[in-house]
């Protein structure tokens, strides 16, 4: 079974491989839980993705801690991935998060 492992977000490359996010030529590398996340948002673009779905998936439960952590690495890809207008991290309040990409 083959994995994809290269994304195209707007502008970005995501590279999960290689826990890379490149954009203009510039790579940034991600931590393995933020190349998860990102893996996630990736393989389901456009579509909720529930909260309760990343918790149990990355960090095995949903409890208060792990929400909170869930939320840091979430205001982190939004840092990453803000330098493209096109691409947002989306809320979807009481539920989880949308990754879209406006086509240019």
Known sequence: MNM????K?????????????????????????????LLIFCENMGELVERSFILKKLWGYDDFFNARSMDVFITKLRKYLGQDPNVQLANVRGKGYKLLCEKD
């Open 9 to 37: 977000i707007g502008a970005y490359v995501f590279d999960f491989r290689k826990r890379t996010l490149t954009f203009e030529g510039e790579s940034r590398k991600l931590t393995t839980r933020e190349a998860e996340l």
């Open 4 to 7: 994809q492992t290269e994304f």
